[in-house]
């Protein structure tokens, strides 16, 4: 893993426990957490090459 991947995933990790946070702090809901984790993560993913963004409907078609 090069550096900017390692970095980017320590702060996710810092980015997921603030998120939770504010859910704990009743500042979000169960649905709006899923949505900045599964965005957030996705970007990450991305940035690592592990995803495409669009892709599964792709294969719907």
């Known amino acids: ?3 900017f991947t390692t970095e980017l995933e320590k702060r996710l990790v ?3 426990k603030v998120i939770q946070e504010k859910k704990l702090e009743g500042l979000m809901t169960p649905k709006t957490v899923n949505t900045y984790l599964t965005h957030s993560r996705n970007f990450v ?3 690592k ?6 892709e599964k409907n ?3 078609r």
């Not at 090459?49 to 669009?54: K, L, R």
């Open 14 to 16: 810092l980015y997921e």
């Open 58 to 60: 792709r294969i719907k």
């Open 45 to 47: 993913r991305w940035c």
């Open 49 to 54: 090459g592990n995803f495409d963004p669009g």
């Open 1 to 3: 893993m090069d550096e």
